[in-house]
């Protein structure tokens, strides 16, 4: 059987075309949520075209978003209760050539790869192997893959970069790209109404909104020297940082816009001519579509379209200004891989013996 493990909305989407490509193959599979973001998770759920979860692990502090270490404590402490209540039974019910699958850098894919041992049971990493060589630049992310990759039996590594991080390991398999790949060219691009030109605005991370210096610099810069309007999106845990760093937003330039559905959002990145983002999950869809990009960390993971259409800032308010003024030099076209991410993992659990 193969379960998948995953509480945030950028896992579900990332994790969504393996299951529908396990669909198509009428190949059995469980899902269970941990809830560690609840902003927009679960109302994406059915449009990625997931059913109800097997199990819901736990439910974040009272159903609202982590924002704080004590509040990461306690989900910590939800799931341990849940493992311990429920671990007999699950053994007794998950057949014991199971894998469970966990994506990426977050606390639920530690918790994932933990729940495989504790049962028992095999675990694959997907997006395994990357590296940005600092473990306090992106935190606590990067130490989050590094034990991930010492817990997991299956490493699915997107670029020769990622699999030469994990050479002393066995069982690793280079996915040629990875499975973001699958999530954005399975979307028909959708022409904005107005034709107007924008840039997109994306900054969420905990270290960019915890320092208010970094936040009011980089918020002016963009509100003074962007070229264009842009949409600023935010979520319940970013919108106060962001936009009080702007007392006069001025509504014809910048576009306060809530979190939306990840189809949406791609439309938006497609028909932008710059974005702004700390999310390395956007570097990446970004790279493939060639839009000029931003990265705006000390560090990045990810070596998707840096020297070519993606810049990082390693939080240089000159870099973001330098970008502002010449963007346009960095458009790429799209990016089309020659093979599936999605395929080649599926293929590989069917050989193993998982996906029957």
Same mark, same amino acid.
């Given at each position: 059987?193969? =379960? ?27 899902? !269970? ?22 199990? =819901? ?21 939800? =799931?341990?209760? !849940? ?14 050539? #199971? ?8 606390? *639920? #894919? +530690?918790? $994932?790869?933990?729940?495989?041992? !504790? ?22 992310? @990067?130490?989050?893959?590094?034990? +991930? ?25 280079? *996915?040629?790209?990875?499975? &973001? ?7 028909? @691009? ?9 840039? +997109? ?19 002016? *810069?963009?509100?003074?020297?962007? %070229?264009? %309007? ?10 106060? &940082? ?38 390395? $999950? ?18 990045? @993971?990810?070596?998707?379209?840096? $020297? ?10 000159? *870099?973001?200004? =330098?970008?502002?003024? #010449?963007? @346009? ?28």
């Amino acid at each position: 059987m193969i =379960i998948f493990i995953f509480g945030t909305t950028a896992e579900a989407i990332k994790l969504a075309p393996i299951a529908r490509r396990l669909d198509e193959r009428q190949v059995p599979y469980e899902y !269970w949520l941990t809830l560690q973001h609840t902003s927009g998770l679960i109302e994406t759920l059915p449009k990625l075209g997931f059913r109800e979860p097997e199990h =819901i692990i736990a439910n974040t502090v009272n159903g609202k978003p982590l924002k704080s270490y004590g509040d990461v404590l306690r989900w910590t402490v939800q =799931i341990g209760k !849940w493992l311990l209540m429920n671990s007999r039974n699950l053994r007794r019910s998950i057949p014991r050539d #199971s894998i469970i699958l966990v994506h990426g850098d977050t606390m *639920t #894919s +530690v918790v $994932g790869a933990v729940i495989a041992k !504790w049962l028992r049971v095999d675990s694959a990493h997907v997006e395994a192997g990357l590296r940005s060589g600092n473990w306090r630049h992106p935190f606590p992310e @990067e130490l989050d893959r590094r034990i +991930v990759g010492k817990l997991a039996k299956v490493h699915y590594s997107p670029s020769p970069e990622s699999t030469a991080n994990l050479a002393p390991r066995k069982n690793v398999v280079f *996915t040629r790209g990875n499975t &973001a790949i699958d999530a954005v060219l399975d979307q028909d @691009e959708r022409p904005l109404s107005n034709g107007e030109k924008y840039g +997109v605005v994306l900054l969420h991370r905990f270290e960019l909104l915890a320092n208010p210096n970094l936040v009011s610099q980089t918020m002016t *810069t963009l509100a003074a020297q962007s %070229p264009l %309007p842009f949409h600023l999106f935010v979520n319940d845990y970013s919108e106060k &940082a962001l936009t009080s760093a702007l007392p006069l937003l001025d509504p014809t330039k910048i576009y306060v816009k809530k979190k939306v559905g990840h189809e949406d959002f791609v439309n938006y990145m497609k028909n932008a001519e710059f974005i702004v983002t700390d999310s390395g $999950g956007i570097q990446e869809e970004a790279a493939l579509l060639g839009v000029p990009t931003l990265v705006h960390r000390i560090a990045t @993971e990810r070596g998707e379209g840096l $020297g070519h259409n993606v810049v990082l800032s390693e939080w240089r308010i000159d *870099t973001l200004s =330098i970008f502002l003024q #010449s963007f @346009e030099s960095l458009r790429r076209p799209v990016s089309v891989p020659a093979s599936s991410p999605s395929d080649i993992i599926v293929n590989d659990l069917t050989e193993r013996g998982y996906a029957r």
